[in-house]
């Protein structure tokens, strides 16, 4: 098992950057796939970048080029780079971590990340 917590979310304006982070309970070394989906209000939720244990990631068309996905395994967190936010980013991201193919995916609670326009 493994519990995430992320941080970093809040209001920023157009074109502004942030970055989020996400605390993992326990090492994150042999984690297979961690990851960022995000919740819009009436949306279903969607993934946004995945990072595998070798370190392959892959982003939404709608994220690419302008987030960056990493890890930081002696720290025991994942990190999602925002940059040139727009409006429609706004959402509720969420933390995800996958142990094996063969388990379950954990989540963590969510931060909020409003863009304004």
Request: proline share 1%.
């Amino acid at each position: 098992q493994v519990q995430l917590v992320e941080s970093g979310g809040g209001l920023v304006q157009a074109g502004g950057s942030l970055r989020l982070s996400c605390a993992a309970s326990r090492s994150i070394f042999s984690i297979n796939l961690m990851g960022w989906y995000r919740q819009a209000p009436g949306k279903q939720r969607e993934l946004v970048a995945g990072i595998l244990s070798g370190g392959s990631t892959n982003y939404a068309d709608s994220v690419k080029g302008r987030f960056i996905i990493s890890r930081d395994n002696a720290k025991n967190t994942v990190y999602l780079q925002m940059n040139s936010l727009k409006a429609e980013d706004t959402a509720v991201y969420y933390c995800y971590a996958r142990i094996s193919v063969a388990e379950m995916g954990y989540w963590g609670q969510g931060t909020q990340v409003t863009v304004s326009s």
